[in-house]
């Protein structure tokens, strides 16, 4: 079992940056691919962001590449989601994502593939 617990949405202005943070409870955080994911009103849950267990490994939406940057600390059970040149189109909530799957390619994007996620985090970007 994981717990995931968001945290560093807040309200920013277009252009600006935020910097997302996932912090997972439980000795195995290390063994699980993480994501991040995010849902604007009345849309569906999207793919953002995913990176491997060791962390070589990263994948973005292309709505994101060259502005988002994923990473993981796994001697502090957290993944970060580094945001730069915020679009209010980005406005959402934010939730990060855990899942043992080693799959890597288009199934990582897919919000079955994980299997535990947190309570999301807001991310307000206005223009």
């Known amino acids: 079992q994981v717990q995931l617990v968001e945290a560093g949405g807040g309200l920013v202005q277009a252009g600006g940056s935020l910097r997302l943070s996932c912090a997972a409870s439980g000795r195995t955080f290390s063994t699980y691919d993480m994501g991040w994911f995010r849902q604007a009103p009345g849309k569906e849950r999207e793919f953002v962001a995913a990176?491997?267990?060791?962390?070589?490994?990263?994948l973005y939406a292309d709505s994101v590449k060259g502005r988002f940057t994923i990473s993981r600390d796994n001697a502090k059970n957290t993944v970060y989601l580094q945001m730069n040149s915020l679009k209010p189109e980005d406005t959402a909530v934010f939730y990060c994502a855990a899942t043992r799957s080693r799959a890597w390619g288009p199934e990582k994007t897919s919000t079955s593939q994980y299997d535990y996620w947190g309570q999301g985090t807001q991310v307000t970007v206005s223009s």
């Open positions: 990176i491997s267990w060791i962390g070589g490994r990263t």
